[in-house]
């Protein structure tokens, strides 16, 4: 049962657009997400986060947006770089006061296209 | 700065062997995380500590065990190594609350022949 899920195993985005990247979870316990980027053969590194009570977070050229109705959250790059290039992973987090676990997604592969 | 380091970065064990793999963190993080990441499944989580000598399974606990006599360290044991074990595996530690981030360390790529 994958209660994080990325659909889109890849995408290819050209140098200095936007780069769109999605996440649909299912589990309406999930009040905080994080995006986390990996290189191959390093370990991911954490990106950008957002709690529940909030619908948007920015870091530099990096935005999630939150949607809890829809239970979607996206990452947005904006512009993209040739360095963005990695594999992206959303991971969320249960309300449940003491659970320090985290459900981690599939997955997607960044591509930018010089 | 922040710091996850694990024993091997390439490891090839032969099927039925016992295998170790370690991982020690330098920021006294009470939680600690064993995952194995596999292509189109993600980050999958095996087994978890919140503290010295705790232990909890994760969501793909079969054939593995887990260890942590020391707060910096937490060791993962594949009793009798299997072909389906290939994988890379990762560590990771976190602060107890806080923001939930976890710091991994760089994996273990196990290759079971």
Redesign the interface.
């Known amino acids: 049962d994958q209660q ?1 899920k ?1 659909n889109s ?1 890849s995408l290819s985005v050209q140098e200095g657009r936007i780069s769109i990247l999605n996440c649909d979870y299912t589990n309406s316990m999930f009040d ?1 997400f ?1 995006w ?1 980027k990996k290189y191959p ?6 990106l950008i ?1 957002i709690s529940s009570i909030k619908d948007k977070n920015e870091d530099g050229r990096f935005t999630v947006f939150l949607n809890k109705s829809a239970k979607h959250l996206s990452l947005h790059i904006v512009p993209s770089q040739p360095g963005d290039s990695a594999v992206y ?1 959303c ?1 969320a ?1 249960p309300i449940y006061f003491g659970n ?8 997607t592969r960044l591509t930018i296209i010089p | 700065d922040v710091k ?1 380091t694990q024993s091997s ?1 390439y490891l090839v064990k032969r099927t039925g062997e016992k295998v170790f793999l370690e991982c020690v963190q330098d920021m006294d993080h009470e ?1 600690m ?1 064993w ?1 194995r990441q596999d292509p ?6 095996i087994y ?1 500590s ?1 503290d010295v000598k705790m232990k909890e399974k ?1 969501d793909i606990p079969e054939g593995y065990s887990v260890s942590r006599e020391k707060k910096e360290r937490f060791s993962l044991i594949l009793e009798s190594a299997s072909t389906n074990q290939t994988s890379m595996y ?1 560590c ?1 530690s ?1 602060p ?2 806080g ?9 273990t ?1 196990l290759t079971v022949t």
């Open positions: 994080v990325q195993p905080y994080l986390y053969a390093e370990g991911p590194t954490f986060s992973f991971a987090r320090e676990k985290l459900t981690f997604g599939t997955g | 996850v970065r939680n995380f995952y189109g499944l993600g980050l999958r989580l978890f919140y994760g990762l990771a976190s107890r609350g923001t939930y981030e976890q710091y991994f360390g760089p994996g790529r």
